[in-house]
């Protein structure tokens, strides 16, 4: 079951955390991957792990918000694999701040990598996956989508657009053969998250991480392998009746807090 024998998959921001491990599941399954980084230097070391494991992997240098440099590299894909079947959008940045001390410039690049970053490989993907007859989208989301936290304006926002163009994409293409669902991750260990720690509570790190699990209900975060698992899910054929669905990866946070 679960497997991907036989597809190609494009997985973006595939240098590490959950978009390294989405591309390490997919190879393990069978799948053909495209590394989509703009860190070349991460993207090799990612297809250096998979070809360890008898994977196969290869790594594209991409910067999701150039517009036409991303509509060239699907073309390219296309041609070169014969097809897409797999489109998994995981390419972010994250941001600290609230409407007051959100800057314009800090909008506009949050905006500019999670929201219209999506916005063009959904149009790369979406017609190389018309031109081999379907495939499956899967949008890396974030509870954040659809709930509250504090000091996440700019980041909340480009989630819940990203959900929304999940939405649009499944209801347009439903006679195409092209599913379209996003995950929401809860607060997955990454070393974002390390750095995120070290740099903001440098002298209280133990406890800092110790609350930041225990937000969680079930008493921990997310591993990024849990999130892979979902992914692979959502691309295999045993997930053919889903589509413009969400799903929460997240220790319960969404729904029994």
Do not use: W
Request: charge should be negative.
């Amino acid at each position: 079951m679960f497997s991907l024998k036989g597809k190609n998959a494009v997985v973006t921001g595939a240098g590490s955390g959950i978009g390294q491990a989405i591309a390490l599941a997919f190879a393990k399954q069978g799948a053909r991957v495209d590394v989509l980084e703009i860190n070349t230097e991460a993207a090799g070391e990612t297809v250096e792990k998979i070809r360890s494991e008898g994977g196969e992997a290869n790594a594209v240098e991409c910067d999701v918000t150039r517009h036409d440099h991303v509509q060239e590299v699907f073309d390219k894909l296309g041609i070169d694999r014969g097809g897409l079947d797999c489109l998994i959008n995981n390419a972010g940045i994250a941001h600290v701040g609230n409407i007051t001390n959100t800057s314009e410039d800090d909008f506009d690049r949050v905006m500019s990598v999670n929201l219209k970053g999506v916005f063009n490989c959904l149009k790369g993907g979406v017609q190389q996956m018309l031109k081999s007859g379907g495939g499956s989208i899967v949008n890396i989301a974030s509870t954040v989508a659809t709930m509250a936290i504090n000091d996440r304006l700019a980041y909340s926002t480009s989630k819940g657009g990203v959900l929304a163009m999940t939405y649009a994409v499944a209801k347009d293409h439903l006679h195409d053969k092209i599913r379209c669902n996003a995950i929401q991750p809860g607060r997955i260990h990454t070393p974002f998250v390390d750095g995120f720690i070290a740099k903001n509570y440098p002298d209280n790190q133990e406890e800092m991480f110790r609350k930041l699990s225990e937000y969680q209900p079930v008493g921990r975060m997310g591993k990024p392998e849990e999130v892979a698992a979902m992914a692979v899910f959502l691309c295999s054929d045993e997930a053919s009746f889903i589509t413009g669905s969400p799903f929460a990866v997240d220790g319960g946070t969404l729904y029994v807090r």
